[in-house]
T-cell receptor, first 115, second 116 residues
């Protein structure tokens, strides 16, 4: 099976712009979670989607949003970019949430640089 | 609220030496615990997990971890480190499986350097 794929891998944007990142989960996986990784704050949970519904959300401003499509692919959007949004954005997919313990498989991430 | 602490930010070991990376968690119920490894510029790879049962769990790449409820710890070990083990290691706890969400709480990470 192919792993979790994220596009693009690298992105440079200017303050005030908006950006959309994409994540394709492992085939058959229906849950997608997003994390932000920065040197100062470490790995922080952004949100989780399951069957096109947001099930959980981290403590991030409303500029951060996401959605999931019927094929389980997910996108996250950041509007009005700030310098502090520069980070590695990681996507993880899960096979069977809600059925007890499960594993999350991470993609390679999208490195976003805001100038 | 759940939390994970990795007391060591940076560890250096010689190739062939043993390794132990510390992880302490704060969680009221039985925790679901994970260790992930991240090589530079890469995503996270799952090394091993603890859900229940035997407190000594085996993972990939020769790693193992021991769950000690009395110490709220889940330390990662490897008997003999290879140069390719140099990476950043993250301990994580699942926030709450009973609520059926996939949120992981991560520690700050430990960077492992391996000396030849």
């Amino acid at each position: 099976k192919a792993g979790v794929t994220q596009t693009p891998r690298y992105l440079i944007k200017t303050r005030g712009q908006q950006v959309t990142l994409s994540c394709s989960p492992i085939s058959g996986h229906r849950s997608v979670s997003w994390y932000q990784q920065t040197p100062g704050q470490g790995l922080q949970f952004l949100f989780e989607y399951f069957s096109e519904t947001q099930r959980n959300k981290g403590n991030f401003p409303g500029r951060f949003s996401g959605r999931q499509f019927s094929n389980s692919r997910s996108e996250m959007n950041v509007s009005t970019l700030e310098l502090g949004d520069s980070a590695l954005y990681l996507c993880a997919s899960t096979s069977s949430p809600g059925q007890g313990p499960y594993e999350q498989y991470f993609g390679p991430g999208t490195r976003l640089t805001v100038t | 609220a759940q939390s994970v602490t990795q007391p060591d930010i940076h560890i250096t070991v010689s190739e062939g030496a043993s390794l132990e990376l510390r992880c302490n968690y704060s969680y009221g119920a039985t925790p679901y615990l994970f260790w992930y490894v991240q090589s530079p510029g890469q995503g996270l790879q799952l090394l091993l997990k603890y859900f229940s049962g035997d407190t000594l769990v085996q993972g990939i790449k020769g790693f193992e971890a021991e769950f000690k409820r009395s110490q709220s710890s889940f330390n990662l070990r490897k008997p003999s480190v290879h140069w390719s083990d140099a990476a950043e290691y993250f301990c994580a706890v699942a926030e709450d499986y009973s609520s059926n969400t996939g949120k992981l709480i991560f520690g700050q990470g430990t960077t492992l350097q391996v000396k030849p």
